[in-house]
């Protein structure tokens, strides 16, 4: 298995050049869907993903896209760099403690992209994901991550990091959870980011790494 990436590294990406997520690609099962609902994708191998439930009665929890980041975080092995194996741990113990606190939800490009890169870790970061629900990368989507890029709030070769921002904000989630800082957590880009989201009709969502979700549940208490 490939070494960690170095800490706030998107540890997976698509192959150089394809800009999958903005293009129509019929290999992820791309569907159309408003910007009003949380829209599931249809086209997927029966029983791998959940459903949306949720009760009447209880309060919705608050909600979570997990980027692909996160599951590689998971499934990597140890690595002797003090400070991104503190982060690997932080990322285990919020997945295994905190994670039913919040109401998760992934994407057809997060699925796309934990499919690549050595097969055995490959295959344990789909089991992670088994069950969390697939937003699809609608049209809606595709537009906002094309704002994204052309009002210079993220760079051209950013398409896949602009996809995931605009998925989670379409489908109006409260927070993007990622290790990726050079694009999407970045102090630098994200004013710039929640403008466009702003200035095309969404919300942006909070945009945070495990530490800082970590950190907001202690301040809770």
Not at 47 to 55: E, K, L, N, V
Not at 91 to 115: C, P
């Amino acid at each position: 298995m490939a070494p960690l990436a170095p800490l706030c590294e998107k540890p997976l990406l698509l192959p150089a050049g394809r800009h999958v997520a903005l293009d129509i690609a019929p290999e992820f099962g791309i569907m159309k869907a408003g910007s009003n609902d949380v829209a599931i994708s249809q086209e997927k191998e029966p029983g791998f993903f959940g459903d949306i439930g949720m009760s009447d009665t209880t309060p919705p929890l608050p909600t979570v896209y997990i980027e692909t980041s996160i599951v590689s975080y998971l499934v990597a092995r140890l690595t002797a760099n003090l400070l991104s194996a503190a982060c690997q741990q932080v990322t285990a113990e919020w997945w295994e403690g905190r994670r039913h606190l919040y109401d998760l939800f992934t994407s057809e490009l997060v699925i796309a992209e934990a499919k690549a890169g050595d097969a055995d870790a490959a295959a344990r970061r789909l089991e992670l994901l088994r069950g969390i629900p697939e937003l699809t990368i609608s049209d809606d989507v595709k537009r906002l991550a094309l704002a994204f890029i052309a009002q210079g709030a993220l760079p051209d070769k950013a398409q896949p990091d602009a996809i995931h921002i605009a998925v989670a904000a379409v489908h109006k989630l409260d927070y993007l959870l990622t290790w990726n800082c050079r694009h999407i957590d970045n102090p630098a880009t994200k004013p710039a980011v929640r403008a466009v989201c702003t200035s095309e009709g969404y919300r942006c969502p909070e945009i945070c790494t495990p530490i800082e979700m970590m950190e907001a549940i202690s301040d809770e208490r």
